[in-house]
Every structure is written in structure tokens, then in C-alpha cells.
Nanobody, 120 residues
Framework: QVQLVESGGGLVQPGGSLRLSCAAS????????MGWYRQAPGKQRESVAV???????NYVDAAKGRFTISRDNAKNTVYLQMNSLKPEDTAVYYC??????????????WGQGTQVTVSS
């Protein structure tokens, strides 16, 4: 019943910015850690940024200083502000959340993925 709806992906030039959003909807009892992951062609999926329910964040080294993850617990939404984008940031970006519905055990939910392309 819980689903993650992503938005904000697209095509941008190097040095540009994008803001990704991911909103959880459905019957939600609680949401723990949320994060953004990405997978480029021929590469393994990697964690880009994660944020706990208390607001503690971690970033992959390549994103530090350029990306900012945040969340709005009242809206069950996580954001990823991406600045100074580089071609190597091109990937499918996936939203992830640890969720628990009122009548279900805790589990990890993934969004459908959204394409981010950085190219001139």
C-alpha cells in the first residue's frame, strides 16, 4: 500500500542544478531512514545520500559539498538538492525509505527511479 512517488529528474547542463522530490503515500505508521541511490549504466547501484528520521545525514564522497538531502516529516517527503552537476552524475536515481504500515512489519520500499542526465 505504501508507495514512493518521485519527481524532479531531467536533463541539465554541466554546472546546473536539479531538485529531486520523493513523497511517501499510503497507510504509513512510521518512516525511518530515507535516501537517494543511483545507478549508471554498467555500474553498481550506490548510495548517494541518506538521512535518518532525526535528520542525521551521510553522503557519498563524490556528492559532498554539492548535494544536500533533507526531509519534511510532516509531508513524508525527502528531497535531494543537486548543485554543480557533472556528467558523471548521470544515472537513474532511486528513492528509498524504511517504512512501517500500521498492520505490517518494517520493510524497505523503493521508488520507480527517475533519470538524471547531465550533458551539454
Amino acid at each position: 500500500q505504501v508507495q514512493l512517488v518521485e519527481s524532479g529528474g531531467g536533463l541539465v547542463q554541466p554546472g546546473g542544478s536539479l531538485r529531486l522530490s520523493c513523497a511517501a503515500s499510503g497507510s504509513i505508521f512510521s518512516i525511518g531512514t530515507m535516501g537517494w541511490y543511483r545507478q549508471a549504466p554498467g555500474k553498481q547501484r550506490e548510495s548517494v545520500a541518506v538521512i535518518t528520521s532525526g535528520g542525521v545525514t551521510n553522503y557519498v564522497d563524490a556528492a559532498k559539498g554539492r548535494f544536500t538531502i533533507s526531509r519534511d516529516n510532516a509531508k513524508n517527503t525527502v528531497y535531494l538538492q543537486m548543485n554543480s552537476l557533472k556528467p558523471e552524475d548521470t544515472a537513474v536515481y532511486y528513492c528509498n525509505a524504511v517504512v512501517q504500515s500500521r498492520w505490517s512489519a518494517e520493510y524497505t520500499k523503493w521508488g520507480q527511479g527517475t533519470q538524471v542526465t547531465v550533458s551539454s
